[in-house]
């Protein structure tokens, strides 16, 4: 069992960049694939990337290739996706997640969500 809880949103100018981290607490951080995902608003969730538990293998939507970057410590019990680059289209709300089993794009193959945090992009 892990609990998420995601931070570092706000609103930055286009060209700009953030970090988000996702803290967990719970069992075995280390034992947990991990990923990002958003929702832009009128749409639905969509993956962004996901790093496996060993960090040894990381995915990545076609929307996120080139700018976005995710890592993982689990000394921390954290894992991180820093955006650079940053464009309108961003803007949305961002989530991270954690499941045990196979890495898929697909939302509701994850088992553990944070609650999410507000990442808007002007100009």
């Known amino acids: 069992q892990v609990q998420l809880a995601e931070s570092g949103g706000g609103l930055v100018q286009a060209g700009g960049s953030l970090r988000l981290s996702c803290a967990a607490s719970?069992?075995?951080?280390?034992?947990?694939?991990m990923g990002w995902f958003r929702r832009a608003p009128g749409k639905e969730r969509d993956f962004l990337a996901a790093i496996t538990k060993t960090a040894g293998i990381i995915y990545y939507a076609d929307s996120a290739k080139g700018r976005f970057t995710i890592s993982r410590d689990d000394a921390k019990n954290r894992v991180y996706l820093q955006m650079n680059s940053l464009k309108p289209e961003d803007t949305a709300v961002y989530y991270c997640a954690a499941d045990t089993g196979p890495i898929t794009r697909t939302p509701e193959m994850w088992d553990y969500w944070g609650q999410g945090t507000q990442v808007t992009v002007s100009s």
């Open positions: 719970g069992r075995a951080f280390s034992s947990y694939a």
